[in-house]
T-cell receptor, first 115, second 111 residues
């Protein structure tokens, strides 16, 4: 079956531009996670959904970052008024129920470069 | 606050060597620990998941151990191959579903 897919794979934005990153989780997976990975670093948690409910958004770095999953499947991470420090790879992951006995399945990521 | 550290940051070995990657974490109240592999430009692939009640997990040439009390895990790779070259990430699962990652060990296996 299909894995987690993300689009676009690469995005170049001018500083101040708004961007939207899409994640298609594995079909039927209840839990969806967004992570941010800076160059040479491990991924850092941004936010977590259980179906359409956003249960944890403690990792979002500022109010310019907004995520949604309105129908409990596809999710969009939106960054408003992008800054250079937003340049990173944004990873999406899904799991069947989000429990501690499950692994998270990661997509290939969207590489964002803000000029 | 949970912090995860991986040592070394980079490692280069000749093909055929056995090697050990290290991971340490500051808060022993974890639900599980996972090792991932990341190839350049790709997402993460889960290698091994060790539940908090377990001491080790094995998959093929890979063996991961967990010592919760000391806050340590090791990933042992036997008979390394050039195809093992990648970045290896350790992550602990804390309450609420989020994974806390180390910064990774970049492994290069020379033919």
């Amino acid at each position: 079956g299909a894995g987690v897919s993300q689009s676009p794979r690469y995005k170049v934005a001018k500083r101040g531009q708004d961007v939207a990153l899409r994640c298609d989780p594995i079909s039927g997976h209840v839990s969806l996670f967004w992570y941010q990975q800076a160059l040479g670093q491990g991924p850092e948690f941004l936010t977590y959904f259980q179906n359409e409910a956003q249960l944890d958004k403690s990792g979002l770095p500022s109010d310019r970052f907004f995520a949604e999953r309105p129908e409990g499947s596809v999710s969009t991470l939106k960054i408003q008024r992008t800054q250079q420090e937003d340049s990173a790879v944004y990873l999406c992951a899904s799991s069947p129920a989000g429990g501690p006995l499950e692994t998270q399945y990661f997509g290939p990521g969207t590489r964002l470069l803000v000029l | 606050k949970q912090e995860v550290t991986q040592i070394p940051a980079a490692l280069s070995v000749p093909e055929g060597e056995n090697l050990v990657l290290n991971c340490s974490f500051t808060d022993s109240a974890i639900y599980n620990l996972q090792w991932f592999r990341q190839d350049p430009g790709k997402g993460l692939t889960s290698l091994l998941l060790i539940q908090s009640s377990q001491r080790e997990q094995t998959s093929g040439r890979l063996n991961a151990s967990l010592d919760k009390s000391s806050g340590r895990s090791t990933l042992y790779i036997a008979a390394s191959q050039p195809g093992d070259s990648a970045t290896y990430l350790c992550a602990v699962y804390n309450q609420g579903g989020k994974l806390i990652f180390g910064q990774g060990t970049e492994l290069s296996v020379k033919p």
